[in-house]
């Protein structure tokens, strides 16, 4: 799964690449609870590594489909 943060008075966006079994809701309600307290929202990356962003600079959150579900070529 693709999680796409956009941080304020940053021209780029923070992407992170999740395990494929992330649990969605639970990540959204993660996402939710960090952003309403201003606290840091940690996620793990595919590869294991630990994330803190600061919730109270994000400015939107994208959640993408996970890597099973993209379609390559045509359709």
């Given amino acids: ?3 796409r943060i956009g941080i304020a008075q940053s021209p780029r966006e ?7 079994d992330t649990d969605r809701d639970a990540l959204k309600a993660a996402i939710e609870a960090a952003v309403s307290d201003e606290s840091t929202l940690w996620v793990t990356d595919k590869k294991g ?6 919730a109270d ?3 939107f959150v994208s959640l993408g489909a996970s890597d099973g579900a993209r379609k390559i070529g045509f359709a």
């Fill in 1 to 3: 799964m693709d999680l």
């Fill in 14 to 20: 923070l992407e992170i690449e999740l395990p494929d």
């Fill in 49 to 54: 590594a630990d994330i803190g962003i600061n």
């Fill in 57 to 59: 600079r994000i400015t």
